[in-house]
């Protein structure tokens, strides 16, 4: 017990330490900061397939940006419901909205990585920024990651702030921020360009765009599952750095609406982000097992014995939690529930590498990759 206590305390003050070198996107109070400079021409790119539950409210959200030179292109990639019907009434003929239909995905390609390869060939910006369907942004968002881009910054990206639905999308989602800041060291994704130390979440992504051409764009990484994380590192073998921030002030991400969904986007994403890897995955479940689950066990022991001293690993991981939590604009009380969301974890661990071990498949958006 004394061991995990130790190391618990030295991954509180990891979290702490990470999540301070995350540089964080701001409100601001003096509306468009752009609106009598010159602004630079802003592309922004969305993908679309079957989106008709995000569409309207994906382009209002554009609509109220606090920004002038932009250009809006959607991609309807193959959309068999009532995407485009709802497309052409949400933009009302707005001429900063162009929309194309997608071609037929050719082997050996990833869907949406085809969709975001087919929209760089129509973005005429000096900065390339793609979204999801199912983000919204704040009206403030494209300056502020202007201002953010440093002069050698290629690609800026972060994890959105997640609106919570059903019982797995409150004990899973948010771990997304928890894996940036357990396992990401910041200091060398943010400073260095050392490929390994590489993060993104390809809902929001803003690339400068020689840096995205000199990394070879979408169709360097054609058939990744996980094209967020290998465009990233091809941007820092291009030479550029990337910066990863804390946008939960200015990117909302109604990432998945259903326990369903939370299952299967991430078992789509879980074995394949670690690289196929089974051995990496067995060592991360005995990792939370041993770390985050145990002092459950460490509490009831204590419980029984009254020897309350075994609460503190316990308490340590609520508090892990809890920080991930505030620094990331979530709910607070989740970090209750932290064992219960690692074990979780474990259990989508396993069945994403029983997918790729056995050959099943991984689906999502009625397609199957290998």
């Known amino acids: 017990m004394i061991i995990v206590m130790w190391i618990l305390v030295i991954i509180q003050v990891w979290v702490l330490f990470n999540g301070s070198l995350l540089p964080v996107m701001k409100h601001h109070k003096d509306g468009n900061r752009h609106a009598n400079i ?3 021409l802003v592309s922004i790119l969305v993908p679309m397939r079957n989106e008709e539950r995000h569409a309207a409210d994906c382009i209002d959200s554009l609509k109220q940006l606090d ?4 250009q809006i292109v959607i991609i309807d990639d193959g959309s068999t419901d009532e995407t485009a019907t709802i497309l052409e009434e949400a ?3 707005d001429p900063r909205f162009s929309v194309i239909k997608g071609t037929g995905l050719p082997e050996g390609w990833v869907g949406k990585v085809h969709a975001c390869h087919q929209l760089s060939k129509h973005a005429q910006g000096d ?3 793609f979204v999801d369907a199912d983000v919204r942004l704040e009206p403030e968002t494209v300056q502020e990651s202007i201002s953010l881009m440093k002069a050698e910054t290629g690609l800026l990206s ?3 702030n997640y609106p919570l639905k059903g019982i797995l999308g409150h004990l899973i989602v948010p771990l997304q921020h928890v894996i940036i800041h357990l396992h990401l060291p910041v200091m060398f994704a943010n400073f260095t360009k050392w490929p390994m130390a590489s993060a993104a979440h390809g809902a929001f992504m803003f690339f400068r765009k020689e ?3 000199d990394a070879g764009g979408h169709e360097a990484v054609k058939q990744s599952l996980v094209e967020d994380v290998h465009i990233t590192r091809a941007i820092k073998k291009a030479g550029w ?5 804390n946008p939960t002030r200015l990117v909302t991400c109604h990432m998945y609406e259903s326990n369903q969904e939370v299952w299967n986007g991430f078992s789509k994403n879980i074995y394949p982000g670690i690289g196929r890897n089974p051995i990496l995955a067995l060592l991360l479940v005995l990792f939370y097992a041993g770390t985050f689950v145990s002092p459950v066990f460490f509490a009831l022991h204590g419980l029984f014995t009254g020897l309350f001293v075994s609460f503190i690993p316990l308490l340590l991981t ?3 939690k809890i920080s991930i939590d505030v620094m990331s604009r979530q709910k607070w009380w989740l970090g209750l529930f932290m064992p219960v969301s690692m074990l979780l974890l474990s259990a989508l661990i396993f069945y994403s590498m029983y997918l790729g071990l056995a050959q099943k498949g991984f689906t999502w958006k009625g397609r199957t990759y290998s």
């Open 211 to 213: 840096a995205y051409l």
């Open 318 to 320: 609520i508090s892990i």
């Open 241 to 245: 750095n990337s910066l990863l921030v």
């Open 67 to 70: 920004y002038d030179a932009l």
């Open 38 to 40: 010159d602004q630079p």
């Open 127 to 129: 900065y390339y920024l």
């Open 158 to 160: 972060g994890f959105p």
């Open 91 to 93: 933009i009302d003929q």
